[in-house]
């Protein structure tokens, strides 16, 4: 099992900027897939942006050029920078990850994003 310890979210106008950050603890060894989800206001989740564990990303096209995921592996860290917020960006991001040892995802309690347009 992993546990997740979530921070950055908050307030921030349109055009604005955070940077979330996930620190992971636990069976991080047999982590092969990181990344954030988020869910928006009477919406399901989806995924944002995934960084495999050879350190390649994948974007949702919606944030695609807006948004870098990176990680800091003696860390055990995942970030996600997030520039140009639209109002449209405002949900609950999640910290997720996989691991090759377990059936199904681990994820965050989840930060709040809200932009204000």
């Known amino acids: 099992q992993v546990q997740f310890a979530e921070s950055g979210g908050g307030l921030v106008q349109a055009g604005g900027s955070l940077n979330l950050s996930c620190v992971i603890s636990g069976d991080t060894f047999n982590i092969y897939r990181m990344g954030w989800y988020r869910q928006r206001p009477g919406q399901l989740r989806d995924s944002v942006a995934q960084?495999?564990?050879?350190?390649?990303?994948n974007y949702a096209d919606s944030v695609r050029g807006r948004f870098t995921i990176s990680r800091d592996i003696a860390k055990n860290t995942i970030y996600l920078q997030m520039n140009n917020l639209q109002p449209e960006d405002t949900a609950v991001y999640y910290c997720t990850a996989d691991l090759r040892t377990t059936i199904g995802t681990y994820w965050g309690q989840g930060t709040q994003v809200t932009v204000s347009s």
């Open positions: 960084i495999s564990s050879a350190g390649i990303p």
